[in-house]
Nanobody, 126 residues
Framework: VQLQASGGGLVQSGGSLRLSCAASGFNSRYHAIVWFRQAPGKEREGVSC???????YYADSVKGRFTISRDNARNTVYLQMNSLKPEDTAVYYC?????????????????????WGQGTLVTVSS
């Protein structure tokens, strides 16, 4: 099981970025994928999740601005981030659990997820 996150970069406030989480070693369409982020000096926090059934969850701080989706043909999950704010600056990680599907509460806990990719840095300038 491997996850490769990419797509981070430097963007101005109000701009957009699309992060990608490419899966290998398993078929991501049958498993939940999550995005977390960690800002300097802060704990890792859940950003968004898509379950095996296609249900989506979002942190309150990103609702209406971020959209999670999956491309089964590419075995990839995306996080479209619009209207970015300086407080969105963080390293973004994607993760998965190949056994369980989360519910609307459990997805927010980093301990729920068994596999993580390396992070991709998003920097939003004001």
């Amino acid at each position: 099981v491997q996850l490769q996150a990419s797509g981070g970069g430097l963007v101005q406030s109000g701009g957009s970025l699309r992060l990608s989480c490419a899966a290998s070693g398993f078929n991501s369409r049958y498993h939940a994928i999550v995005w977390f982020r960690q800002a300097p000096g802060k704990e890792r926090e859940g950003v968004s999740c898509i379950t095996s059934g296609g249900a989506t969850y979002y942190a309150d701080s990103v609702k209406g601005r971020f959209t999670i989706s999956r491309d089964n043909a590419r075995n990839t999950v995306y996080l479209q981030m619009n209207s970015l704010k300086p407080e969105d600056t963080a390293v973004y990680y994607c993760g998965t659990d190949i056994v369980r599907d989360p519910n609307s509460d459990s997805w927010k806990f980093s301990s729920f997820w068994d596999y993580w990719g390396q992070g991709t840095l998003v920097t939003v300038s004001s």
